[in-house]
T-cell receptor
Framework: SQQGEEDPQALSIQEGENATMNCSYK?????LQWYRQNSGRGLVHLIL?????REKHSGRLRVTLDTSKKSSSLLITASRAADTASYFC?????????FGSGTKLNVKP | GAVVSQHPSWVICKSGTSVKIECRSL??????MFWYRQFPKQSLMLMAT?????????EQGVEKDKFLINHASLTLSTLTVTSAHPEDSSFYIC????????????FGPGTRLLVL
């Protein structure tokens, strides 16, 4: 990818379990955002975390940001089958907006 | 909420023809729009950054003569795939940055291009 790698590339879990995805990036950023994409569809914005923030919550989502390591993680708690999708991190320096390589999450009912 | 539209949503064309894709911000003004392409099972790759009234900035490896970008107004940017070939078949997505809020950008639903 243009900005960084996400791991794992694919993750398969049972409904009710937690899912953690990690994102590493290369350059300085103003904020980092997470998106989900269902197969062949458009993007859905999940959460934004600014460079001066370390952790943010939104419903079942928890995002952390470590600018010293240039990494972020997305935790989805109590996963549901409907969470099955691809998840992408994206970095914003107010000039360019790059996406990570993505994690494909499969939540089995 | 703010909406970005893309037209057409899908297009099939013959090899050698040119295809124009429109990206419109419907209820806000956007000084900056981004164009991405996405191959199956891959991430979104930024192709170019389009600024209203100036030339687009292309990412390394993206041919500017192949992918013509015009950002004529604060609500419209167009991407023209010139002399399309089968390898140009892809999902093209635009996004628009809200003039009033630099942190916020909105993504279009995408245009699926199939070149035969």
């Amino acid at each position: 990818s243009q900005q960084g790698e996400e791991d794992p590339q694919a993750l398969s879990i049972q409904e009710g379990e937690n899912a953690t995805m990690n994102c590493s990036y290369k350059t300085s950023i103003n904020n980092l955002q997470w998106y989900r994409q269902n197969s062949g569809r458009g993007l859905v914005h999940l959460i934004l975390i600014r460079s001066n923030e370390r952790e943010k919550h939104s419903g079942r989502l928890r995002v952390t940001l470590d600018t010293s390591k240039k990494s972020s993680s997305l935790l989805i708690t109590a996963s549901r089958a409907a969470d099955t999708a691809s998840y992408f991190c994206a970095t914003d320096d107010f000039n360019k907006f790059y996406f990570g390589s993505g994690t494909k999450l499969n939540v089995k009912p | 909420g703010a909406v970005v539209s893309q037209h057409p949503s899908w297009v099939i064309c013959k090899s050698g023809t040119s295809v124009k894709i429109e990206c419109r911000s419907l209820d806000f003004q956007a000084t900056t729009m981004f164009w991405y392409r996405q191959f199956p099972k891959q991430s979104l790759m930024l192709m170019a950054t389009s600024n209203e009234g100036s030339k687009a900035t292309y990412e390394q490896g993206v041919e500017k003569d192949k992918f013509l970008i015009n950002h004529a107004s604060l609500t419209l940017s167009t991407l023209t795939v010139t002399s399309a070939h089968p390898e140009d078949s892809s999902f093209y997505i635009c996004s628009a940055r809200d003039l009033r809020d630099q942190e916020t950008q909105y993504f279009g639903p995408g245009t699926r291009l199939l070149v035969l």
